[in-house]
């Protein structure tokens, strides 16, 4: 039987095989034109809706879970555009104007406001789309079936969905949802980073997905893959049923041996760490197996409703100190700018922050701020194992100032007979091409490196993040990345110091091999990330790692680099492969 | 702050600045949204790049004013002075 694949980008993991649930009623939407008569019915039945939905809403904020807390923002701006004049007016006097029916009235004005919104130049602005049309589905989903939101499924199936707003998603019985499947959204959507919180299987941007699933239609969703069939045979249910036995083994041995040392074939050890963001992450210790933590991002404590003082970030940081002793953690400063910033930096209005007042120049033009933190930091590293990052350095000089600041520090704390450790390890991230270029000065100065590559790539190839035109550049295979990356390691080594690399391409298995092969010391990810990693550097070599790494030194050709990198992971892994998360490219069908 | 209201050939009109430290993002948009809409009177709001309804959160939104904005407010109707006032005072204590 000939069967049908869609495609979808891959945002969560994991294969689920189920009966398709729809949530929406958006493919039977109604497009129908209406008497005179009747244009009081269907603008009475719209502000029926409105309320409805609002009220829903409303209940919904009631609910939120504690973990998923940063989404009540998003619900109560939902609940808002369910008011708005212009969303519900513009339909309203669409009805009467063009005689159709409120659902057409509906769709046709959320799409208008879509449109508008995202072709804006803010990226946020952008985002706002996406409440937009959420609300719209729902409005149209009560237009269509009443009062009863199928939103709560309650026999196990695949979820089908346009596109699932936190409130949708927040009102499942997520223990019968076995995969969800939406035609919008894309790996940084709502569902994307819910789904992946809730290690349900999921899959974004499927093509054709609308008009192509019934509701009880059996599919297979391979979320490792990125692929949907419809109308399986016998066959293609037992093949999937054991890959997804495979990947479900694959998934326990790595938890199972989260704690293992990241020991290659030929006894080579290397540290895997995490990322964090706040005291919140602490609670996947020590089940994660980290080495302890590359990168705590110290941002949190500052984008509340006032700066912090001192003695918060004390609490805070030894917090984090004490309950992962003995293990290693390393503090990055303040590194606000990019995407988030201060009242004071907002202030200057910078055509294009990421090239501007942030990190560490923020906190050297900032020295109130700055020093808060760092006698924060030397506070809590009296539990003996804190060390202080500083991101976005360009110049010896803002390594060598902040040493005197500390300096400075370390007798005002004397002089208060505050207990602090006065020889805090100082780090340098190394994320601009200045600080490549001057790494081996850099070196002689400071404890240690770390690699911070999603900017270094960025800053490298001369590519905004936001700006889609450019991100086919966005290649940390390019020679211009692998050459720096070789140039900073060696610098490190040279001098004596560790190096670490704490960007989101540590964990993607092509380029966790080449670094390996250029002998990083440490590498540090997001935790749920560390168990795979681990697992899959026992399974190289340093001596393979470092023959592939020279061969994609000597190359100059991107596309043969490519090539010679998935062969040798394809050789080295099999079907392994596919379990992990890799921007790079799709994993190859075997 | 009667003073600061002007009595305009479009309406009674008054100058505020967001001063807001990412300027009017979702949540302050929703809630100088909501405080417009208890009043009856028209409220447009004006910027460099354009008018909207006061009322519509994605209207403010799709206005974008940057933190240091200055803007006017137009107001029309019975209640158009109360609500220039109630709007200011919302203003104020936004930046508070």
Redesign the interface.
Known sequence: MARTVLLGTPVSPGIAIGRVRLTHTAVQDEERYIASDEVETEQEALRTAAEHVRTSFAATMENVPDDLAEYG?VI??QM??A?????IKGALARIAHKHICAAWALKLTVDE?CA??RD?D?P??RD?AQD?RAVGLRLREYLHSGPGHKGAATENGVLVAEDLSPADVMELDLDHVQAILTAEGGPTSHTAILSRGLRIPCLSDVTGLMTSVHEDDTLIVDGLEGCVLLQPDDEDVAQYRRRRQEYTDWETLTLKTATWPAEMCDGVRVMVQANLESTADLSSFPENGADGVGLYRTEFAFFRERLPDEDELVAEYSEVAKSLAPRHVVFRTLDVGADK???AQ??L?EPNPALGLRGIRFCLRHPGIFRTQLRALMRAGINGNVSVMLPMISTLQELRQTRRIMQELHQELAAQKLPHESELPLGVMVETPAAAMICDALARECDFFSIGTNDLVHYLMAIDRNNRHVAYLNEPLHPAVIRTLKHIVDAAHQEGIGVSVCGELASDPFVLALLLGMGVDAVSASPRFVPGMKHLIRQFSAHECMELADNVLLSTDLTASQRMVREKLQQLLGRELSFHTSSLFTPMTS | MDEEIDQTPRGLSLRVSVGL???L???PA?RL??EA?RYSADILLISETGEV?A?????I??L?P???AELTLLANGPDAREALQGLARFFTNMQE
């Open positions: 923002d109560a701006a808002e555009i008011r708005d004049p212009k969303l406001l508008l919104f804006m803010d946020y602005l706002r937009i910033m201060l009242r907002a202030a209005n | 430290r990412n300027g993002h979702a949540r929703a949204a909501r809409q309804d009322k519509s959160m994605l209207d939104l799709s974008a940057p933190a240091d």
